[in-house]
């Protein structure tokens, strides 16, 4: 497939973009684009697009494959490359495509409508809404990151820690979500209580967003069966150099890095976010970890692990 026949002026849409990847909404006539997303690599990134699309290709991904969106590989022109920065341009973007890519990845679109007609409801980095109040749609996002039994002598998780330290204001420890439903009604209350102080209008996603969860947590267990098939801490701060990253070690990193989407209109699920990490982001993934010691064990009143309630 190539998508050097399509306009990109009049018929893509930005919708969002990362430290790796920008994407684009597809809203013109053309059949064999409508209802998709193109998605470009940005300048700065070790790992191809082309290299990612086998990369998603991978077993090692079987147990969670249902829930993620299919991607076909295009081939693209750089002039086409030129015009998509050029809309990013007008939009008053600062993203830098990557002019030497040769390839592109398109994608499902997860959103029924345009990104311009849904309310953005951003309670942290990590956890955020998108509502279509004319079609009653919600469209629920966040990452799962790191999901592991937090040790007893541990007040404090990974996840809360990380949320802290780069001032996110609402912070929810998702491990409650591997407590079964009990664990799942608190962290579904959470959000809600968040939400309400946060907007206006009384929106209500409790009963929806449980239900979700609930009715795909074999997804959540997938994810955490996956995230610990390896003692990830050791392996982390015995790192010496990118040559000491083998390929177990970059499917755990990627996938603490996963987006999960939940309509819950819709009670569909998807799970983007899966591109393969480059080994040398080594040393940022020791350092941080290195930074983290002695933080799991203070009082910082995070409220991380599920306290049961009478």
């Known amino acids: 497939m190539v998508i050097d026949d399509t306009s990109t002026e009049n018929d893509w849409e930005y919708v969002g973009s990362g430290s790796a990847n920008a994407v684009f909404a597809y809203k013109g006539s053309c059949v064999k684009f409508r209802g998709k997303v193109v998605r470009f690599r940005l300048v700065g990134t070790e790992v191809s697009t082309e290299e990612i699309f086998f990369y998603l290709q991978s077993s090692a991904f079987n147990s969670i494959r249902k829930y993620m969106v299919s991607a076909s590989l295009l081939t693209i022109k750089q002039q086409t490359i030129c015009e998509f920065q050029t809309l990013a341009k007008c939009k008053g973007l ?15 679109n997860i959103l029924s409508h345009s990104l311009s007609e849904y309310e953005r409801i951003q309670l942290s980095k990590y956890h955020i809404f998108l509502v279509h109040k004319a079609e009653k749609e ?6 799962p990151k790191w999901l592991y039994q937090l040790p007893a002598s541990h007040k404090n998780c990974r996840n809360c820690l990380i949320a802290k330290s780069k001032g996110q204001e609402f912070v929810s420890c998702h491990l409650k979500l591997l407590k079964g439903e009990k664990g799942i009604s608190e962290w579904c209350k959470e959000l809600q209580e968040e939400l309400g102080r946060r907007t206006q209008t009384n929106i209500d996603i409790f009963q929806s967003l449980k239900n979700c969860v609930i009715a795909n947590y074999a997804l959540i267990l997938s994810l955490y069966e996956l995230q610990n098939s390896i003692e990830i801490h050791d392996r982390l701060m015995q790192l010496t150099s990118e040559y000491d990253v083998n390929e177990d070690l ?9 987006s999960i989407f939940m309509n819950l209109s819709k009670g569909e699920v998807f799970v983007l976010d899966l591109d393969k990490k480059s080994a040398k982001k080594w040393k940022k993934w020791k350092n941080q970890e290195q930074k983290l010691q002695g933080l799991h064990e203070k009082d910082l009143s995070l409220n991380c692990r599920f306290k049961a309630r009478s």
């Open 94 to 108: 600062s993203i830098k495509l990557d002019p030497n890519e040769t390839y592109c990845l398109i994608m499902k």
């Open 138 to 143: 919600i469209v629920f996002e966040f990452k």
């Open 250 to 258: 970059q499917l755990n990193m990627t996938l603490r890095d996963v």
